[in-house]
Each structure stands twice: as C-alpha cells, then as structure tokens.
C-alpha cells in the first residue's frame, strides 16, 4: 500500500501524460479499494515501470531511477510468488533487503556527492536554497499570520498528547520532560526569529553551513548507520522529520518513497502494533490508517493535476505537503503511542539488513543503483544518479569533489565532448531541457546535445543556433537539417545517458 501511493504521487506531480496517469490512479484507487494484493502490485509496478523506460527514460528524476531499479526486484519476486503461490511473507522477506539497501545507498551517495567544495559554500550551496524555501514556505502570511504559528502550534499539541501519556510525565521524569518542552519551546522561538530576519549575511551564512553539514550527516552518516540495527530507529525519526519538512517545499513524491522504504526498517514487534492498532474513523466508517493514508495519498495526486492543468496556485505545494505530513502521521502514530506509552513496549532490536530468503541473483538490484550512483565519477551521465541538489561538478579534468578532485575515476569521455550554446531562441531550449533559466551561454555533452537535436527533430521545429564546438564557433540557420549535426535516431548512449547542461564558471550553482 505505502508503495503504490509513492507510485501514485510520482505520476500524480506534474500529470506529463494526463491520460495514462487518471488511468493509473483509478486502477490504483480500485485496487486499495477492494483490498490490495501482490497480484494487484504486480500489474501496478509493471505498468508504471514500462510507462517510465518506454516513454520517460532516460529523463527521469534520480527517485524515480530508484524505483525503476527495485521494480526490477519487485517484479521479478512477485512474479514468481504469483505462479507458485508462495507465502506472501516470503515476498516480503525476499525483497526487504533491496529496499533496505536501495535506500542505504541512495542517502550514502547522495551526502557523499554533496562533499564538495561548492556545496559547503553558503553562496552556492544547495542547502541555502533549500533552506531558503523551506523559511520562505513557513513565513507566508494566512490573515497576516505566518502559518510557522499554526504549524508549530499543531505540533506542540501533538507532543503534548504523547507526552501526558505517562513514560516521561511519571515522578522522576518529569523533570526531563520540562526540559524537552522548554527546548521545545526555545526552539520554536528562534525558528520564528530566522523566519522574520532570514537575510545571508553573518548569521545567515553559518545557518547555512549548519544546514549544509547537517544534511550531508544525515545522508552520508545516517545512511550508514541504518545498516546497526540498534540505531535504527533515531535514523528512522531523523529522516521522517528531515522528509516531512522537504515536502513543504514540493518533494511529497520523493516522501512517499522514503516512507515505504523507511518502513521496511520496522521491526516485526512494531509493525503489528501498527497492524493491530490501525483503524480510524472517516465519518461514519471505521478504515485502516493504511488506507487513510492512500486515500489522502490520491487526493494530493488528483489536487496535482487540478493546479498543473487548471489552474496555478502558489499555495498549493504547501498544502500538498501539510495533507502528506498528516497522512504520514496517521499511520505512524500507533508506533509512537506505543514509544510514549508507559506501559511495557516491544523491544525496539532493529532489523538485519539481508535476508537468506533473498536470492542472489536479486543482489544485482543494489549492485545497479551504485553503479548509477557513481556515473558522475566515471565520466557518464551527471543527471538522475542521486547527485540532485548536491553542487557536483565533474567534468573537465578536474572536479569540485573533495576526495575525488583529480577526477582519478574517469574512464570515458562523454562530460568533457561538448558543445557551447551561443545564441539560441529561448522557446526551443525550454521545450526541450530540464531547466527553467536560459540554455544560452552554458554548455552541453555532444550525447546531450544530440538527443534535444533528436527531439527537435520529431516535433518539426527548425530552429537557428550559433554554437562552439573544439574551439570553433559555428552558425546555421537550422541545426536540425545541419548535415554535420542530423539526429534522426537515438544511440544507446542517447538512450541510457542524461546530462545536465554545464554553467560556465564557478561556483557550480545549485540545480536539480
């Protein structure tokens, strides 16, 4: 359930193909409507997975990668579970530890490439524009009240109500629990004093360092860390906390998937504390918290699609956050009733990473997300390999990566064979690349180029370029037609590789 609502909020983002994706939502709503199983999932993830390599690959965003490469494993289980009507269990077991790992890897990469010289630049550095967001979400005004107020006043109601339920309220605790309010509330307060006087000076700039340190020990350390069963559970709240703030600012897609990864790191104990305390009411009806959450899962997909192809509401992004957090909090507030609750609890001993049920085979499944994870390094692509937001550069001879400057890893060519743009009409580059800024002025792989040739190519355009290529600078009135340039079909390279365009200059500013 908490994978198909991760599939559903992909397709339900941007709404790219309108059709295809009412028609995926209103059979995933049907499916949790008349009670999911692995036969439904299959048809699920095989008809996402076939939409995304025939039509969308291999301009995908890193998550979805993510979620291409632990379909395979998906499917391939399931498949089998189907024909011999295995124990849905052992479905689960075989594929917990590629969820696991998938995860592990994607935050280890992505703290990993954020190790560079440009990211822990307050400037440049990703984390002042994330932060930046997320100060900007939380300072809007609703009646000229900075919804931070409300959102801080719902959360302090929520820790209250954990908290009265007696582990830390007890003689002898409620000093301490004094002590995690009063912090609490000082917290609070200096959130709210950064949201009024956000400005990158002095202060702001060591904010951002902060924030920029911090995130990389999430990603990289933390990522690591959820391979000790013991700390499972920390890094679990660290990341649903670090998730849930990122979904103010848009990347509720990106949640979804963390959050069916992160639950595959429950433990068996909590998970039926979940199960057994899962139902809540809607009206008049009692449904499982699952459920709540999948409903409240379509409904920010179908809220998507009214502001992508209706109409455009800048509040929106905030409010499809809020709802997401909400549903988040419906299902795991069981597991937290039981945290706070003073009465004995299961023991919270983590989870193995692997599994014997696993078949090896499966292990190439994490064996490719590195590999993609480390494409920057080789020389191939630079884009949907986790290295989103991180202020990675590459290519040249040398990169803005801490340990791997000399780029000693580069074994092919494709990052430093490229083409300048000099002067184009804006229109065509918009349609084309993944940017909102102007591709004039920035550079392209050759790979890269040829494939927004390619595209140019079938939907008719003639479009006029002035360009450098090995130092020499070139006009022509249609590059399409250029006999030097004519793309009419995509290479294997064109079809496997994806490219950011390349700034001149430095610092490498934050881009996705």
């Not at 979400?137 to 109500?161: C, F, H, K, Q, S």
């Not at 924030?211 to 920390?234: F, K, S, Y």
């Not at 409904?299 to 997401?324: C, K, M, N, W, Y």
């Not at 494709?414 to 300048?420: A, G, L, R």
């Amino acid at each position: 359930m908490l994978y198909t609502v991760a599939l559903v909020l992909e397709l339900g983002d941007n709404w790219t193909d309108s059709w295809f994706t009412a028609c995926f939502v209103a059979a995933s709503a049907l499916a949790v409507g008349t009670g999911m199983n692995r036969g439904k999932l299959l048809t699920l993830v095989v008809a996402f997975t076939a939409y995304f390599v025939v039509f969308r690959f291999p301009e995908v965003a890193n998550h979805v990668n993510l979620m291409l490469c632990l379909n395979i494993g998906i499917i391939a289980v399931l498949t089998v579970s189907v024909v011999r009507g295995r124990d849905p269990e052992d479905d689960f077991a075989a594929l917990a530890p590629l969820l696991r790992i998938g995860l592990i890897l994607v935050y280890a990469l992505a703290g990993f490439h954020k190790l560079n010289t440009d990211y822990l630049q307050p400037e440049s550095s990703c984390a002042t524009s994330i932060l930046g967001s997320v100060i900007g979400t939380l300072g809007m005004r609703v009646l000229g009240v900075p919804v931070v107020i409300p959102v801080a006043a719902v959360a302090a109601v929520i820790g209250y109500r954990l908290a009265r339920r007696g582990r830390f309220a007890r003689p002898g605790h409620r000093g301490f629990t004094a002590a995690v309010m009063g912090l609490a509330i000082a917290g609070l307060g200096a959130v709210a004093v950064v949201l009024l006087s956000w400005r990158l000076g002095p202060v702001g700039a060591a904010i951002s360092v902060v924030a920029a340190v911090a995130v990389v020990a999430w990603e990289l350390i933390g990522g690591l860390l959820l391979t000790v069963p013991r700390l499972q559970a920390g890094i679990l709240a660290i990341s649903l906390a670090m998730h849930a703030t990122l979904a103010l600012v848009g990347f509720v897609d990106f949640g979804a998937l963390a959050v069916a990864l992160l639950f595959s790191f429950v433990p068996p104990a909590y998970l039926r504390v979940l199960i057994d305390g899962g139902a809540v009411r809607l009206g008049a009806r009692s449904v499982h918290r699952v459920t709540a959450y999948a409903a409240v899962g379509f409904g920010i997909a179908l809220l998507s699609g009214i502001d992508a192809h209706v109409q455009r509401v800048p509040e929106t992004t905030f409010v499809t956050g809020l709802l997401f957090n909400l549903a988040v909090l419906i299902v795991v507030w069981p597991i937290l009733a039981a945290v706070f609750d003073p009465a004995p609890r299961p023991d919270w001993g983590g989870v193995r990473i692997l599994d014997r049920r696993t078949p090896a085979l499966l292990y190439a499944v994490p064996a490719l997300i590195a590999l993609l994870g480390m494409t920057s390094y080789l020389g191939l692509r630079t884009a949907g390999n986790f290295s989103m937001f991180s202020n990675l550069r590459t290519e040249g001879e040398t990169s803005n990566h801490l340990l791997l400057s000399g780029n000693p890893l580069k074994l092919w060519d494709y990052q430093d064979d490229v083409v300048w743009i000099v002067d184009i009409d804006d229109r065509y580059g918009q349609i084309i690349h993944h940017y909102d800024e102007s591709p004039r002025g920035h550079a392209l792989p050759v790979v890269e180029f040829r494939k927004w040739i390619h595209d140019w190519t079938e939907a008719g355009y003639r479009v006029p370029l002035t360009y450098e290529y090995r130092g020499e600078l070139r006009a022509t009135a249609d590059i399409v037609t250029d006999p030097a340039w004519r793309t009419e079909r995509r290479t294997p390279a064109m079809v496997l590789q994806d490219f950011r365009i390349i700034q001149p200059g430095q610092p490498n500013w934050c881009r996705w």
